[in-house]
Nanobody, 122 residues
Framework: QVQLAESGGGLVRPGGSLRLSCAAS????????MAWFRQAPGKEREFVAR????????SYTDAVKGRFTISRDNAKNTVYLQMTSLKPEDTAVYYC???????????????WGQGTQVTVSS
């Protein structure tokens, strides 16, 4: 089993920045990919970014390219999502996820955090 714990959400003005953290514990050696998803009210959970746990390979959904950066600290078993130039449409609950696959589909991920709220509003 893998446990994930997110932190770092909050309220920020448009154009502002936030950094989310996701600390992994348990059988972290079984993880290949760490990812961030988000879910806005009334919408489906959508892929935001992913990173290969060991190789640093990463990818992003088009809506956040150039604004968000995913990174990892293997020594701390932690993945980060640095979000800049935030927009009101980035408002959502952000979830950290982990899996053995290299996937962008939420249904493929076995492990999830509890989620952290990000609200972008003036």
């Amino acid at each position: 089993q893998v446990q994930l714990a997110e932190s770092g959400g909050g309220l920020v003005r448009p154009g502002g920045s936030l950094r989310l953290s996701c600390a992994a514990s348990g059988r972290t050696t079984s993880i290949y990919t760490m990812a961030w998803f988000r879910q806005a009210p009334g919408k489906e959970r959508e892929f935001v970014a992913r990173i290969n746990w060991t190789g640093g390979r990463s990818s992003y959904t088009d809506a956040v390219k150039g604004r968000f950066t995913i990174s990892r600290d293997n020594a701390k078993n932690t993945v980060y999502l640095q979000m800049t130039s935030l927009k009101p449409e980035d408002t959502a609950v952000y979830y950290c996820a982990a899996d053995r696959s290299w996937s962008t589909a939420a249904a493929d991920y076995d492990y999830w955090g509890q989620g952290t709220q990000v609200t972008v509003s003036s």
